[in-house]
């Protein structure tokens, strides 16, 4: 059974602190993403890497920052967490397939990260 | 600016019968368009993918059309059942070969025994 596994399903940081979320994917996927999800928003694209060491700016990367050291292992750090970064995050992953969406995306279960 | 647009409003349906949901967009000319479902609490689950030039796409009780003149996207759910019932997503490349997805809000559904 294929899987993403992302470290925490719950989090509670304070303001200022520096918070990684790690997410894991063992189906030797080249792309991986990470998501936020707001009521009404929808998912919004934070950073994603189509290889290793290799990212990119999705739609709202300000005040995070993405690593990729090995294929399978995708991190977002929050590098001095806000009240506003209080969402649900998402890490996905997907075989390469040239273009962003022509081969399904598998999702993590999410992180609830509240900061206080 | 680009934009996708779901019914914001919950779709309440009896057992059996037949659930329609609608994604439209607008400035873009995607190449693919995809549905998830996602359950409360859990992450989006694969469901369908159709490309520009499919007009229809089915899965056991799942139907998807892609309207690339109106912009629009149709799911439909036949013989729908309590256990269909979820928030579902649309998901559309941005038509620029790049790897940037957008997301409609999602739909929940309900689906009443």
């Known amino acids: 059974d294929v899987k993403v596994t992302q470290s925490s399903r719950y989090l509670v940081k304070r303001t200022g602190e520096k918070v990684f979320l790690e997410c894991v994917q063992d189906m030797d996927h080249e792309n991986m993403f990470w998501y936020r999800q707001d009521p009404g928003l929808g998912l919004r694209l934070i950073y994603f890497s189509y290889d290793v060491k290799m990212k990119e700016k999705g739609d709202i990367p300000e005040g995070y920052s993405v690593s990729r050291e090995k294929k399978e292992r995708f991190s977002l750090i929050l590098e001095s967490a806000s009240t506003n970064q209080t969402s649900m995050y998402l890490c996905a992953s997907s075989s390469s397939g040239g273009r962003a969406l022509n081969t399904e995306a598998f999702f993590g279960q999410g992180t609830r990260l509240t900061v206080v | ?113």
Do not use: M
């Open chain 2, 1 to 113: 600016s680009q934009k996708i647009e779901q019914n914001s409003e919950a779709l309440n349906i009896q057992e059996g019968k037949t659930a329609t949901l609608t994604c439209n967009y607008t400035n873009y000319s995607p190449a693919y368009l995809q549905w998830y479902r996602q359950d409360p609490g859990r992450g989006p689950v694969f469901l369908l993918l159709i490309r520009e030039n499919e007009k229809e796409k089915r899965k056991e009780r799942l139907k998807v059309t892609f309207d690339t003149t109106l912009k629009q996207s149709l799911f439909h759910i036949t013989a729908s059942q309590p256990a269909d019932s979820a928030t579902y997503l649309c998901a559309l490349d941005r038509g620029d070969g790049g790897f940037k997805t957008i997301f409609g809000a999602g739909t929940r559904l309900f689906v009443k025994a």
